[in-house]
């Protein structure tokens, strides 16, 4: 099995910058494609970004494309989301999650794994 455990959440201004870590153990962390979602108090969850296996290839929601950047480390077995020119809408629990069916990493039901979750506040 896989374990995923987010870090990096904080509070932050406006318009400051932030990256959030994913460190994964278990099955090789290489083999699967890797996503970043978020959920807003009382929004449903959004995707945010994903990653493929080999980190070649990023995929973004159009609310993040430009600000925010999806990498991956194989070696440390470690998913990074850097995060710039935060807004108040940012503000929202973010996960991340691993081995989504191909193609569909924009669906959260389609990821098998699952790290418990990061805060992360945006102040104006």
């Known amino acids: 099995q896989v374990h995923l455990v987010e870090s990096g959440g904080k509070v932050v201004q406006a318009g400051g910058s932030l990256r959030l870590s994913c460190a994964a153990s278990g099955r090789s962390f290489s083999d699967y494609f890797m996503g970043w979602f978020r959920q807003a108090p009382g929004k449903a969850r959004e995707f945010v970004a994903a990653i493929s296996d080999s980190g070649d290839a990023t995929y973004y929601a159009d609310s993040v494309k430009g600000r925010f950047t999806i990498s991956r480390d194989n070696v440390k077995k470690t998913l990074y989301l850097q995060m710039k020119r935060l807004s108040p809408e940012d503000t929202a629990a973010y996960s991340c999650?691993?081995?989504?069916?191909?193609?569909?990493?924009?669906?959260?039901?389609?990821?098998?794994?699952w790290g418990q979750g990061t805060q992360v506040t945006v102040s104006s």
């Open positions: 999650a691993g081995n989504p069916d191909y193609g569909l990493w924009e669906n959260p039901q389609t990821y098998d794994y």
